[in-house]
């Protein structure tokens, strides 16, 4: 990252300064800038506006954020930067910002939304000029504009909420979406409206020699120490990996790939042969039985004014939570890493830790490395308190930090790595344990009940009897959304249930941790209707940032326990298995390059019991969770009949229902956001 220290240097190139007010994407804004030629330096928000105008930045952005600009806590920045004439594009929270700093009035409205909707952009704006008058975009906030402050001008709208203000006179500009994004449809063409229309860019930034600069920083880090690279298999670390080779030579790169008990069907012997046949001299460290049992200490605070406290974490294999799952398991990598070393009689002092950890890996676990102001979506097991620490000591080297996915893979090609492991699908550090939902008691909140009734009354929004609470709902939907509603409850005959579980997500740049909504039907799937519910339902329910398919007849009873579902060897058995056959189908089909991932995780649901019955909950259902991609910070899921097959999903569901144990099986209808990429 860059920062203010040292002299100002004069530049050769347009200069533009992104002021980072905590966003998830705050580095994806980075990329797009320079993938469009135009230098960038990220910088705080509260840079003052002095430093700005000496570096003679030719335009300004400033980023999203999780704040609310009425916040106590709101990040503070210097009012200034508006003020130097210097064009300012404000996404979000800068958008909020802005409009309040010359007299505007920001509100959090019923109203929220996170997903892909349809904007209606005044294209005599700068930054419209040559676009398409409506068109998709990444919507994800709370807070919106009530009053319009004075100066500035609506230049685009969603419904009823304004998304994009401009006062060309002022060289001040403002939008309530994401424009960085993939899922904003004309996001570049709108970067680069601001950029050279706006702020005068000529882009003549070109980014080359990013593998002599990963070699450089390498021979400068390293020296002529040893470095012990952590190799799980996928791109990331088979790249990370391979610049070391380059960069100092196989002699001095100890590779190591940790059997964690957590890989797919056959994952560490692939990884092994796969690695060595590209000439790394690769060693495998079996510890199963240490990361089973493992625990770690944790730092947590029980309100934001308490005194922190350290705390001892149950074992991983009796651990429920998502975010201590994550951070055992980090920690565990580094104590395995440890005692990995002691059996070729070395110390983590006698050498370096490499990983092949990516932006987005840094970005979602609030690594200050990434972001000083980021909200943790979820704790990266390459980024827990124990790497951190390491980091601190000088000891660990990224040379990936600054890559996102699609990135690394174009630097695997430049090594000559192979094209089917640069092209393989992700998989996690924790590998396996994630994709376990892990739970011992139904998440039944006080909110559950009214929420399972809203969502009824969503789904079968024409049939729904007048109440408060159908009046309500109204109040949070605009018409257009009434009427995709009331036209799909008409021709579609949906079941919805609410399940007693929690997903992990990113809503207004936050990390919650939600119920999920379910949906099934006797009728074959109307999947148009369904990805329209799946963006609708967490835009008007704001504590349900989930929403899956139950593929087979319709779910008749509701679901208000759970079977009992901890790391255990059973579990991960059933688990490991559905994931080799929902991905032998994908590729008996030819659809692995169809989709960017496709986690395959096990939920503690057993379905089909009447209440009546009192069967006790003793099977589990799997979700089906297609990604498609190309920044991993956003993404939507495959729809069946466009971008896979619908007789993949069904075959796949065929293949999951003979493994014993398995009750149902649902397919993933979530982008992200709402939703992440993994359910934990």
């Not at 050769?12 to 980075?30: E, F, R, S, W």
């Not at 609310?68 to 594009?89: C, F, H, Q």
């Not at 009053?147 to 969603?158: I, N």
Request: glycine residues 8%; hydrophobic residues 40%.
């Amino acid at each position: 990252m860059n920062g203010m220290n040292g002299d100002i240097e004069p530049r050769h190139h347009d200069l533009v300064a992104i002021l980072d007010a905590g966003a998830q994407y705050g580095k994806v804004i980075d990329r797009k800038v320079r993938e469009l030629c135009v230098e960038t330096e990220i910088l705080p928000l509260d840079t003052p506006a002095e430093y700005l105008r000496a570096k003679g930045f030719k335009g300004i952005i400033i980023s999203g954020g999780p704040s609310s600009v009425y916040s106590e806590d709101a990040p503070k920045y210097d009012p200034g930067m508006l003020r130097l004439g210097v064009p300012v594009l404000g996404i979000c929270y800068g958008l909020h910002l802005m409009n309040r700093e010359f007299g505007g009035i920001v509100h959090k409205k019923t109203a929220r939304e996170d997903g892909q909707f349809e904007i209606d952009a005044d294209t005599s704006s700068q930054l419209f000029v040559g676009l398409k008058s409506k068109q998709n975009v990444l919507l994800t906030h709370g807070d919106s504009i009530g009053t319009v402050a004075d100066g500035f001008r609506v230049v685009a709208r969603s419904g009823d909420i304004v998304a994009g203000i401009e006062d060309a006179q002022r060289r001040l500009y403002g939008v309530q979406f994401h424009p960085e994004v993939d899922l904003t449809d004309q996001g570049r063409e709108i970067m680069r409206n601001f950029l050279f229309k706006c702020s005068g860019c000529v882009g003549d930034f070109t980014m080359v020699g990013r593998e002599l600069a990963c070699v450089k920083e390498i021979r400068e880090f390293i020296q002529d120490q040893r470095v012990l690279s952590l190799v799980s298999g996928g791109v990331d670390s088979a790249v990370c990996t391979a610049l070391l080779h380059k960069a100092i030579g196989h002699e001095r790169v100890i590779a190591v790939h940790i059997d964690n008990g957590f890989m797919r069907k056959d994952e560490s012997l692939s990884v092994e042969e796969s690695l060595r046949a590209i000439g790394v001299n690769l060693k495998v460290f079996h510890a199963a039985q240490t990361f089973y049992n493992a625990h770690t200490t944790i730092v947590e605070k029980l309100s934001p004014d308490a005194t922190p406290r350290k705390r001892r974490t149950k074992p991983l294999n009796l651990t429920t939570k998502p975010e201590e799952k994550r951070k055992i398991i980090g920690d565990t990598f580094v104590r395995v890493c440890e005692e990995f070393l002691r059996s070729l009689n070395l110390s983590t002092k006698d050498v370096f830790l490499a990983q092949g950890t990516l932006r987005p890996d840094l970005i979602e676990s609030a690594s200050s490395i990434a972001s000083t102001k980021a909200d943790a979506i979820k704790t990266h097991h390459n980024d827990t308190e124990l790497v951190r620490a390491l980091r601190q000591q000088g000891r660990v080297i990224e040379p990936l930090k600054d890559f996102h996915k699609d990135e690394v893979r174009a630097l695997g090609v430049e090594l000559g790595l192979p094209q089917a492991l640069v092209q393989r699908h992700p998989f996690p550090g924790p590998g396996l344990a994630i994709r376990v939902i892990c739970a011992e008691e139904p998440f039944i909140g006080g909110d559950f009940k009214e929420t399972e009734a809203a969502l009824g009354i969503l789904v079968n929004f024409s049939q729904a009897p007048p109440t408060q609470l159908l009046s309500r709902l109204k109040e949070g939907t605009t018409m257009d959304e009434q009427a995709i509603l009331m036209d799909i409850s008409m021709k579609v005959n949906l079941n919805a249930t609410l399940l007693p579980i929690k997903s992990v997500g990113v809503q207004g740049d936050c990390r919650t941790y939600s119920y999920v909504a379910a949906l099934s039907s006797h009728q074959p799937p109307s999947w148009p209707s369904l990805f329209s519910l799946a963006k609708l339902i967490p835009r008007v329910l704001h504590n349900i940032n989930r929403v899956v398919f139950v593929l087979g007849s319709a779910v008749q009873h509701p679901i208000e326990d759970i079977t009992p579902t901890l790391l255990t060897t059973g579990v991960l058995s059933t688990l490991r298995q559905c994931d080799h056959l929902a991905h032998e189908s994908l590729r008996v089909h030819g659809q692995v390059r169809h989709v960017s991932q496709m986690p395959v995780i096990i939920v503690p649901l057993h379905f089909d019991r009447n209440p009546e019955s009192r069967e006790p909950s003793s099977r589990r259902s799997v979700v089906i969770r297609t990604f498609i991609t190309a920044d991993f910070m956003t993404g939507v899921p495959a729809v069946p009949g466009k971008d896979i097959p619908e007789n993949v999903v069904f075959d796949m569901h065929d293949r999951l229902m003979k493994v014993p144990g398995i009750s149902r099986i649902m397919y993933d209808l979530t982008a992200k956001p709402p939703g992440t990429t993994e359910w934990e």
